[in-house]
């Protein structure tokens, strides 16, 4: 006789089945992105995400499409400004980051949601009338579903934006692909082993299966039974009942435990008729061979002359296979978000960064409209412990005196702030690469090192830390064509919080820690190794270097290895650092 101890070691514990959208389980939150002031402000809360391989999968389903791509929503700030969404839709950079965050209201939800939103985009898109449309009385489902139509609308020319031609749009299909997607995943394990606890918690014992094929200790009168529905086969097929019971689970346990009511009044109705015999069971769905299986075990282990439904549910195999489907997982909180995992926090240092000379027509709203992409949601990052990192667009200084840098990216971590500028005319941003170097402001805790962190910040008798990156960006850009390379320029400039150091060894360690956090950070945000490339300037060495090339090889490789289709921007060898 197996025990559920064996059970649990059981390769097929751990099998992969597929899932009911409206009814998905959570899985534990390697995935889950800690949720941002901005998302708490704009009613956008991720309570619970899939598998990092079902995403993967729901992303390649996106982009099987031939001929499709992501769309990028800075490509449609415009267009979603006009029905209030540009704000919200920034939070998640594109189509499938969306998509992603849709799951908790499910996806057939979604679907007919994203239905009724293409129609509104269609009718109100070219009216002139409709300038700007609030969307605060949208749900979350609602928000999301117009986000998408109006990037998949908007991609029509004026006069064809028709729901006919929409469906028929690649993007459209990919995003359907994304959402009808059926992954092949099981609950967690720890999920798995909870519903099992759950079941004999309430004193039941398994049946075991093997035991009627083998014809050893089951009742012959449900071998009998199971015969009579031609069900004996299949049930002879699975382990026992709590693995039976996983197997349901794609379609979501609340249809089966309705299922399940059905069946019995079915085996009740039949089991006591004479005339009943080997009737087929090759029409029934699985959840329907299951729950009828399950109905015949319990009708059977109830006396006859009591074989009533109110009698079975009463009984304590009823109650264990209840508690089993019943059993609601845990969604496991994130860990609380250190300096620099928010967006929004991100946002307000960029603030605090201006100089009050640059501040005219900026405020945090205009900041949070420049953002062009941030990793906050990235899964690398999140597991790896990385600060947030966020490229900001050319209006973010709409009053610098200079040329108006490309992108601006601010990487804030726990003790240092890194901010790294990027020149580049080239319409394409794709083919905006930057070269400058990588300065470091490293203070002690002493009374100077502490003044001397507080006034590189502010500006205070020398050049504020913002204005001193672009300005170097800026100098670089010119400096560049002397050389014969065909970079544009830029610069990173990392800032450390004071702190003591007990060597100089300490020291080198820290500074090492913070450029391995930046690089790891940024690369992962598409910036370095994509739109620019570093080399030794003020506090950097050529040491410094040779690790930041190993180190950026590595979370590259890292990247590729997770999914070569997301990070296919990555592109730049490490070791052109060193050029």
């Not at 307000?348 to 405020?363: A, D, H, W």
């Not at 020291?507 to 790891?520: D, F, N, P, S």
């Not at 992962?524 to 506090?539: E, F, R, V, W």
């Amino acid at each position: 006789m197996l025990k559920k101890n064996n059970i649990n070691n059981d390769p097929f514990l751990k099998a992969i089945i597929a899932y009911a959208p409206a009814t998905a389980e959570a899985k534990p939150a390697v995935a889950v992105a800690p949720i941002t002031v901005a998302e708490q402000q704009n009613g956008i809360i991720p309570l619970r995400t899939e598998s990092n391989e079902t995403m993967k999968s729901r992303q390649a389903a996106f982009l099987n499409i031939e001929g499709a791509s992501d769309a990028w929503f800075n490509n449609y700030s415009k267009q979603l400004a006009r029905f209030d969404l540009w704000n919200i839709s920034s939070l998640y950079s594109n189509i499938t980051s969306v998509l992603s965050h849709a799951f908790d209201g499910g996806y057939a939800d979604f679907i007919a949601e994203l239905d009724n939103q293409i129609d509104h985009v269609i009718a109100n898109v070219d009216n002139p009338d409709v300038r700007f449309e609030s969307s605060d009385n949208l749900t979350n489902n609602k928000k999301f579903a117009r986000i998408v139509a109006v990037v998949i609308v908007v991609g029509f020319p004026k006069g064809s934006r028709t729901k006919e031609n929409v469906k028929q749009s690649k993007l459209y299909k990919s995003v359907m692909a994304y959402v009808n997607y059926k992954p092949s995943v099981n609950p967690s394990y720890e999920t798995v082993n909870n519903r099992e606890n759950a079941y004999f918690n309430t004193g039941a014992s398994d049946i075991y299966f093997i035991d009627i094929k083998d014809g050893k200790s089951a009742p012959e009168d449900l071998r009998i039974a199971l015969t009579r529905f031609n069900l004996l086969g299949i049930a002879t097929s699975y382990l026992n009942i709590s693995f039976m019971l996983k197997h349901v689970f794609y379609n979501g346990y609340q249809s089966f435990i309705t299922e399940l009511g059905s069946q019995l009044d079915y085996v009740i109705a039949k089991y006591n008729d004479t005339n009943f015999t080997n009737e087929p069971s090759d029409k029934l769905n699985n959840v329907q061979k299951v729950a009828r299986i399950l109905a015949i075990v319990l009708v059977e282990r109830t006396p006859q002359g009591s074989r009533t439904k109110e009698n079975v549910t009463q009984s304590t195999l009823y109650k264990a296979i209840m508690a089993y489907a019943e059993y609601q997982p845990e969604i496991k909180p994130t860990a609380a978000p250190m300096i620099g995992k928010s967006v929004e926090s991100v946002v307000e240092q960029m603030y605090k960064l201006i100089p009050e000379n640059f501040r005219e027509g900026v405020t945090i709203d205009t900041i949070r409209k420049s953002v062009v992409r941030h990793n906050a949601d990235d899964t690398y990052r999140i597991q790896n412990n990385l600060p947030i990192t966020v490229v900001f667009n050319e209006n973010l200084l709409k009053k610098y005196p200079g040329k108006r840098p490309r992108f601006v990216t601010l990487t804030l971590g726990e003790d240092f702030m890194a901010l790294n500028t990027v020149f580049g005319e080239a319409k394409n941003p794709d083919h905006v690469i930057a070269k400058g170097g990588l300065r470091i402001y490293q203070f002690d805790n002493s009374e100077k090192g502490v003044s001397g962190y507080a006034n590189k910040l502010s500006g205070t008798g020398t050049k504020p830390f913002l204005v001193e990156n672009v300005d170097l960006g800026e100098a670089m850009g010119k400096k560049n064509p002397f050389w014969d390379v065909f970079f544009t320029g830029g610069k990173t400039v990392i800032v450390m919080q004071p702190r003591a150091y007990a060597d100089k060894d300490a020291r080198v360690l820290a500074k090492q820690t913070a450029i391995k956090k930046w690089i790891g950070s940024s690369v992962n945000a598409g910036m370095l190794c994509k739109h620019y490339i570093t080399g030794p300037d003020m506090g950097t060495d050529d040491n410094d270097m040779k690790f930041i090339v190993d180190e950026a090889n590595k979370v590259q490789g890292d990247l590729y290895a997770i999914d070569p289709v997301k990070y296919k921007g990555l592109k730049i060898p490490a070791e052109i650092l060193l050029m």
